[in-house]
């Protein structure tokens, strides 16, 4: 992976490792919500939320749009089908580490 990648990866990661994000995260997938809705839901400022959806629109996980004084949120479906990407390639490699460990110790027997 080069460094661009590193970085998109550090920062999906860094926005998904947040109970709060990964919540929000949910509900703007299902459908888009208003930052003021999303904030009712929470016990914390609303400061405090739209933090949060910074981080993840950062992320690219979600994006924002104005529709008079209201900010939209909405989930990109294909951001987290990334995330899933990443963590299946990880997966792939261990599986492999396994696969020749197993094989060592059959050797052996």
């Known amino acids: 992976m080069d460094e661009t990648n590193e970085d ?3 920062a999906l990661f860094h926005a998904l490792a947040d109970r709060t994000r990964r919540d929000i995260l ?3 997938l299902a459908g888009e919500h208003s930052v003021s809705t999303l904030a009712a839901g929470y016990d914390m400022s609303f400061a405090a939320v739209q933090k949060h959806v910074a981080v993840l629109e950062k992320a ?30 990880l997966e792939a490699v261990w599986r492999g580490r396994i696969d020749r460990i197993d094989s060592l110790l059959a050797e052996e027997s």
Request: net charge positive; hydrophobic share 40%; charged share 40%.
């Open 8 to 10: 998109r990866a550090d």
């Open 26 to 28: 949910r509900r703007v």
């Open 60 to 89: 690219g996980l979600l994006t924002k749009r104005r529709s008079g004084r209201e900010a939209l949120a909405s989930g990109d479906v294909e951001a987290v089908r990334s995330v899933a990407s990443m963590l299946d390639e």
